[in-house]
């Protein structure tokens, strides 16, 4: 009977190096996180669970250094995409929450990390900490109490509602605001990647600026963890900067570039998105098809009736047909030598944004439908389903949610002027 | 110079490797808690009559012995690299890079994969210690 490996993946995109780092992750995740998934969902407050198993990942598995260049301790990987893809989806298959919080450590730090775009000042004095013996980890800070998602519509706000600003006093850039909800904020976060205004209400793409903060300067404060519906391992608080002063150097490359190759990082964020999508749905396959399989109903088991193998060639032709999209997209990112954008092409984030939501859509309606036919099991928690039902929730809300999405992927393909 | 592969090309690898300051310092913690020797298996072509193994034995940043050997049982290694011997060249010569050639299937690796994520500084100073001495080639 075919399993979860026999879903698109072309062979030929994808090395045997990164497959092989795929298996790695599975099988940390059989041994160490599955036995005590359950209690990882309880640990949402303190991370007392999640912060060790965090460790084991960033930094024992390597996946922190991946992209860090050679000379600062990284592994330099190349074909990115390719690489948070399978990562993406092994861990998502585990842990939608702890998926996110572990592909997001080094998200914000994407726009000075690849060739050609690379800070080096920066990777010199952060790198060595991604990628030493303890755990380090960063969070992207975009979102603001009064914005919403207006802080990702830069296409049509254009950064205008952006609150927190960031003002240069001599050598020192001084940063005043607020921050809600980025993945690893709280007591998780070492290394803020802040989007700030550099003039408040412009709309002027030189005034887009991205700054690192470590989190113990002074004026850094955060709130205490969010309580949500899933994605426990994925810790969300607010953050205050109230004249929080760091190097001049701590912006990422300066006006203009920063808004340039931050579109990088929108785009893989929606790749990475569609990856955990992906595997949540192949999370789901295995526990559908076990359970319609033993099930007996009327003499046969569960998924000899047609109506339930209505649902269960429903949810296999989502995984497919979200998998290839999302490897095709792939491949035109890893290689502009062959398609011709760069991976910071606007157009890529716009055009992504429409994978993402055909994966969040994918995604929940198969943990619905599997819900339906496992009944009440389905909704206990012993059958997991419902963790993933709960955890698969954001993944279409966060980055400006749907609405966003969909005007951005409509505004590439049909050029809107005034959306 | 020594033919590559030959016993005499890995006492120069070995004696280039045990004189490389980035290889004793980044590779301090290779091979210390772990199995770090390395099987090389160089398939044949492009002037390479028959599969060959090369073995390296490394661990903190020294490396205690490399050596032809005629099958892989015969010495314990925690990590094989495999390849062909035409691929394996450009790296030897230092017109490819080692990690690139691994990470997209060019060379094969089979091993603990996170070892090499997390050592990939050592890594790297390994494979430009390859290319550090002048060399003869088969089938040139």
């Known amino acids: 009977m075919p399993t979860i490996d026999n879903f698109i993946r072309p062979e030929e995109w994808v090395s045997s190096f990164v497959t092989d780092m795929g298996k790695e992750i599975r099988k940390w995740g059989k041994e160490r996180y599955l036995p005590i998934r359950r209690e990882v969902d309880e640990d949402w407050r303190n991370h007392k669970l999640i912060e060790p198993l965090l460790k084991e990942v960033l930094v024992d598995l390597g996946l922190n250094s991946a992209f860090f260049p050679f000379e600062v301790g990284g592994a330099d990987m190349p074909d990115p995409m390719a690489f948070v893809n399978v990562l993406g989806e092994e861990l998502a298959r585990i842990d939608a929450g702890f998926a996110v919080a572990a592909l997001c ?57 952006i609150q927190t600003t960031a003002t240069l006093d001599g050598d020192e850039w001084v940063i005043n605001g607020a921050k809600m909800w980025p993945t690893n904020s709280g007591k998780v976060g070492d290394l803020y990647t802040v989007i700030c205004t550099t003039k408040l209400g412009s709309t002027d793409p030189d005034d887009f600026a991205l700054i690192l903060v470590p989190a113990d300067t002074k004026g850094l404060k955060v709130g205490s963890a969010y309580q949500k519906c899933g994605m426990s391992a994925d810790m969300n608080t607010d953050i205050w900067f109230d004249n929080v002063r760091v190097p001049k150097r701590y912006r990422f490359h300066g006006p203009g570039d920063d808004l340039k190759y931050w579109k990088r990082a929108i785009t893989i964020g929606s790749m990475a998105s569609t990856a955990m999508c992906v595997g949540v749905m192949k999370a789901v396959y295995e526990i559908i098809k076990d359970y319609t399989t033993t099930r007996v109903v009327a003499g046969k088991p569960l998924k000899e009736h047609s109506i339930v193998a209505e649902m269960l060639c429903d949810l296999t032709m989502s995984i ?38 055909h994966a969040t859509n994918a995604v929940e309606r198969a943990c619905s439908r599997a819900m339906d036919y496992m009944g009440s099991y389905g909704y206990s928690r012993e059958g997991d389903i419902e963790k993933f039902w709960r955890d698969q929730k954001v993944i279409g809300l966060w980055m400006g949610g749907k609405g966003l999405k969909t005007i951005e992927n409509a505004r590439y393909w049909y050029d809107l002027k005034t959306l | 110079m020594a033919l590559y592969p030959s016993n005499a090309w890995c006492d120069e690898w070995k004696n280039a490797l045990n004189n490389d300051p980035a290889v004793e310092k980044t590779g301090k913690n290779w091979g210390v808690d772990f199995n770090g020797n390395f099987i090389f298996e160089l398939q044949p072509g492009d002037g390479l009559d028959q599969t060959t193994y090369v073995y390296l034995e490394a661990a903190a940043g020294k490396c205690s012995d490399a050596r032809l050997v005629k099958d892989p049982s015969e010495v314990d290694a925690g990590f094989f690299v495999i390849g062909l011997y035409a691929n ?41 210690s390859i290319s550090s001495f002048e060399n003869e080639y088969l089938g040139e």
């Open chain 1, 105 to 161: 450590s080094t998200w914000g730090l994407m726009p000075i990390m690849f060739k050609p775009h690379r800070n080096m000042e920066l990777l010199e004095e952060f790198g060595p900490k991604f990628c030493g013996e303890e755990l380090y980890v960063g969070c992207h800070a975009m979102t603001e109490p009064g914005g919403g998602a207006d802080i990702e519509n830069i296409g049509q706000v254009k950064g205008k509602t």
């Open chain 1, 320 to 357: 497919e047909s979200t998998s290839a999209w999302l490897w095709a997209y792939t491949r035109e990112i890893d290689h502009p030598e062959i398609y011709g954008w760069d991976p910071w092409d606007e157009r890529f984030a716009l055009k992504t944004r429409g994978l993402s939501i």
């Open chain 2, 88 to 128: 394996f060249k450009p790296v030897v010569k230092g017109e490819k890079d080692f990690i690139e050639g691994v990470v997209r299937g060019i060379l094969k690796l089979k091993g603990d994969m996170s070892k090499i994520m997390r050592n990939a500084k050592f890594i790297r100073a390994v494979a430009n």
